[in-house]
């Protein structure tokens, strides 16, 4: 592993709901690490109504990143399904896991309008799977990308603010069970990535996850810690992730003049080894 290795997520650049309206407001976080991870969500890659738009933003955050002097590693999230070949990394010695989280779901999203026809979609891929491979991480992660490159963008990919702002209002609050169904997701999101990670990689004892965009930390009964990077979208903000050979930080991402800088230190823990 990197002497020092950062890690964030749901960046959603080009997406107007996204605070990162440059991507050289990223600098300052680049600045330190020796390797840096974007868990997902980097950019929406989906195929949506403006796809010379996703063309022009995907090639302004491959060329961006190749520009760091650190090594860049992106993981793929339900936005940009294809954006790597990476859904899931393992760092110091298996002891943390990364993933962008979407797999703890079996809709991926589910406050989402889509979430129906997602299900549909899954429940179809896994049909047509070897039984043994229907509760295989790798064979499971590997369908969610599948489905999700197959579901288009929507407001993500509206360029006109007022009209981008009236369909993320009808996507996010209507109808009214919307906002329960985002909670009960808030809720049980730490006990599910708890026992995927316990399951899959039972030497874990962190597993990184977004999606939710909703930072935190829980300490699970099982000795997993869950931590969830959150996001650069409004309300709640993001946090990042600094990992060297002998511990694990937690710390928020401010932005102060226009740009993100690494911020408090919320949690910090020892990687003991194995």
Same mark, same amino acid.
């Given at each position: ?10 960046? $959603? ?6 605070? !990162?309206?440059?991507? %050289? ?10 390797? *840096? ?5 980097t ?9 010379? %738009? ?5 090639? %302004? ?25 990476? $859904?899931?990394?393992?760092? &110091? ?12 779901f ?7 309008? /889509? ?11 896994? &049909?047509?799977?070897?039984? &043994? ?6 064979p ?6 599948? !489905? ?6 929507? #407001? ?10 009236? =369909? ?10 919307? &906002?329960? /169904?985002i *909670?009960?997701?808030w ?5 599910? +990535?708890? +026992?995927?990670?316990?399951? #899959? =990689?039972?030497?874990?004892?962190? !597993?990184l ?13 099982s ?11 409004r309300p709640?903000?993001?946090? +990042?992730?600094?990992l060297?050979? /002998? ?28």
């Amino acid at each position: 592993m990197a002497a020092l290795t950062r890690i964030f997520s749901d960046l $959603h650049y080009a997406d107007r709901s996204s605070t !990162v309206r440059s991507l %050289a407001q990223l600098r300052p976080l680049l600045d330190g690490p020796d390797a *840096l991870i974007l868990n997902g969500d980097t950019i929406d890659t989906r195929p949506g109504p403006h796809p010379a %738009a996703t063309v022009r933003d995907r090639a %302004a955050v491959a060329d961006f990143f190749k520009t760091c002097s650190s090594a860049v590693t992106f993981v793929t999230g339900n936005h940009d399904p294809d954006i790597s070949a990476h $859904h899931t990394l393992d760092l &110091a010695d298996g002891r943390v896991f990364v993933t962008h989280g979407d797999i703890i779901f079996d809709n991926i999203v589910p406050w989402s309008r /889509d979430a129906a026809l997602i299900s549909s979609r899954i429940q179809a891929g896994l &049909a047509t799977l070897p039984a &043994a491979e229907r509760t295989q991480l790798a064979p499971r992660l590997a369908l969610f990308r599948r !489905v999700c490159a197959s579901i288009p963008q929507r #407001h993500q990919s509206e360029p006109n603010l007022l009209k981008h702002s009236l =369909r993320l209002a009808a996507d996010t609050i209507w109808p009214p069970t919307r &906002a329960f /169904d985002i *909670l009960r997701a808030w809720h049980e999101t730490p006990a599910r +990535a708890a +026992a995927i990670t316990t399951a #899959h =990689r039972p030497a874990a004892k962190f !597993v990184l996850i977004g999606h939710l965009h909703h930072p935190g930390i829980w300490r699970m009964p099982s000795g997993v810690t869950v931590i969830n990077t959150g996001s650069f979208s409004r309300p709640f903000g993001a946090c +990042a992730v600094d990992l060297t050979a /002998d511990r694990l930080t937690v710390r928020r991402i401010d932005q102060r003049r226009g740009e993100f800088h690494p911020g408090r230190v919320l949690a910090e823990f020892p990687l003991a080894p194995r």
